[in-house]
């Protein structure tokens, strides 16, 4: 079935490093692509999106590309700030319901 | 306008006990949503309503879990009895259309951390 593998955690990054977070996925058809971010203490929010192939999504800094060829969604921003501290989940929706990679814990010390 | 809320926000109880999680969609929306995050793993799907009539529980995992939306409105999760692998996040979901929908986006609240012990 389908199901999405990111990057084991915790990263810890020092304030304006730049961030990568790996993310790949097995699906039938043509998936669409989601990054969650989860701050401390509050819900699940929507980061950015992808609905097909090269699709770039981007938002607050962080950006993501749709490669069907690698089945890749990684997220990345250029410089990290202390308050991008939190959990990022990788996300893929096919013919159904959400399906969620395991989460990477993000800290950014000062 | 509120978001999805949910209550408790932490619930410690014993095995053998019963708990009631509780899930207030945002206002309009038919579609309410559970998930579940095990300590470390994924965020697994539970089920999924549209107003209160249960759409998809295939990610229930067993009868001691029990979901309710009466009159289409919140929605509450009980489990009964808890055992120890009950243990994680579990998360609502709210959305106005189907989330296989392309520009449909779920609005997620921010989790009921349940530990039995």
């Known amino acids: 079935g389908d199901s999405v593998t990111q990057m084991e955690g915790p990263v810890t990054l020092s304030e304006e490093a730049f961030l990568t977070i790996n993310c790949t996925y097995t699906?039938?058809?043509?998936?669409?692509l989601f990054w969650y971010v989860q701050y401390p203490g509050e819900g699940l929010q929507l980061l950015l999106k992808?609905?097909?192939?090269?699709d770039k999504g981007s938002n607050k800094g962080f950006e993501a590309t749709y490669r069907k060829e690698t089945t890749s969604f990684h997220l990345e921003k250029g410089s990290v700030q202390v308050s991008d501290s939190a959990v990022y989940f990788c996300?893929?929706?096919?013919?159904?319901?959400?399906?969620f990679g395991k989460g990477t814990k993000l800290s950014v010390k000062p | 306008e509120a978001g999805v809320t949910q209550f408790p926000s932490h619930s410690v109880i014993e095995k053998g006990q019963t708990v009631t999680l509780r899930c207030d969609p945002i206002?309009?929306?038919?579609?309410l949503y559970w998930y579940r995050r095990v300590m470390g793993k994924e965020i697994k799907f539970l089920l999924h309503?549209?107003?209160?009539?249960?759409?998809?529980e295939s990610g229930m995992p067993n009868n001691r879990f029990l979901a309710e939306r009466t009159g289409g409105t919140y929605s509450t999760l009980k489990v009964q009895p808890a055992e120890l692998e009950d243990s994680g996040v579990y998360f609502c979901?709210?959305?106005?259309?189907?989330?296989?929908?392309?520009?449909?986006?779920?609005?997620f609240g921010q989790g009921t951390r349940l530990t039995v012990v």
């Open positions: 992808a609905t097909k192939a090269d």
């Open positions: 699906a039938t058809g043509y998936p669409s």
């Open positions: 996300a893929l929706r096919g013919q159904g319901n959400l399906i």
């Open positions: 979901a709210s959305s106005q259309g189907g989330i296989f929908r392309v520009n449909t986006e779920a609005f």
């Open positions: 309503f549209v107003k209160e009539s249960k759409q998809d």
């Open positions: 206002s309009g929306h038919d579609n």
